[in-house]
């Protein structure tokens, strides 16, 4: 595939990862379907780590927090799912992390934020306020939805922030991919078990077809995302792979039957436009 491609597969990438969402959101069982995801994810790392050189010692601590973040990502995601609509929780979610990983930058790290990048952050808040806001102001009953979903996107951006210094210490990147998903894997599967423990065993044995799927979509969806970052311009293919967001708006609207409404879909919008501001002005 040439550079020209990098759009195309991109946005593959980007409609794969809301539909593997899709998934865990629409399973009955979705602690579950997690587990038999990260059962795939074991075997390609396991299978990966055979072929690739090792990440090295100083890659182990980020590899560990790696795993216990998205262990914590995945579980909440699940509950998230199971308190609100997917075309609602996946945006803010999506939506959050970017803005996370900015302020982080800033107060954390003591790099002060260009002008642009304040205003994209605003933007970003304001599409998020607006998907909070859908259906009126938020009851009691919502803010345990919403809070999993904000939840989601704090850990989303923690990990994101961990994997970007994990490879950079890596002896092989290649090394460090393939034992994150090894790592990633087993923690999040060890987690259903402890949680789910003479149950899951059934339970894994029931839509399987959904949880090996989804698995599958969520490799090749992060492989298409690797390639294009080797011959594509970063910020691009960043703000391009957050039209996820409003794919997941459309997904919840014309698959799961979700109230779409005006205000879901300009707020969805308004968190990608936000996103698209903030690569660009780095």
Known sequence: ????????????????????????????????????????????????????????????????ASAALQTGYQLLLARAYGLGDFGQMYPIARGTSPAVVALLAATVLHRPLPAGQVAAVAVISLGLAGLTLVGGRPGRAQLPAITAALGNGVLIAGYTVVDAGGVRVADSAAGYIAWMFLLQGAAVFAAVAVVRRRDLWPALCEGRAVGLGGGLMSLTA?????????????????????????????????????????????????????????????
């Open 1 to 64: 595939m040439t550079q020209g491609a990098v759009p195309v597969v991109v946005l593959a990438a980007a409609l794969l990862h809301a539909v593997w969402n899709a998934l865990v959101h629409g399973v009955r069982d979705r602690t579950a379907g997690l587990a038999q995801m990260n059962l795939v994810f074991v075997a390609f790392g396991a299978v990966f780590a055979l072929f690739v050189p090792p990440p090295g010692t100083a890659a182990l601590p980020y590899l560990l």
């Open 222 to 282: 992060y492989g298409l995302v690797v390639w294009a970052q080797t011959v594509g311009d970063l910020p691009t293919i960043a703000a391009l792979r957050e039209t996820s967001i409003v794919i997941a708006a459309l997904i919840g609207a014309l698959v799961l039957r979700e109230r779409l409404g005006g205000l879901r879909l300009a707020a969805s919008a308004t968190v990608l436009t936000g996103i698209a501001l903030l690569e660009f002005a780095h």
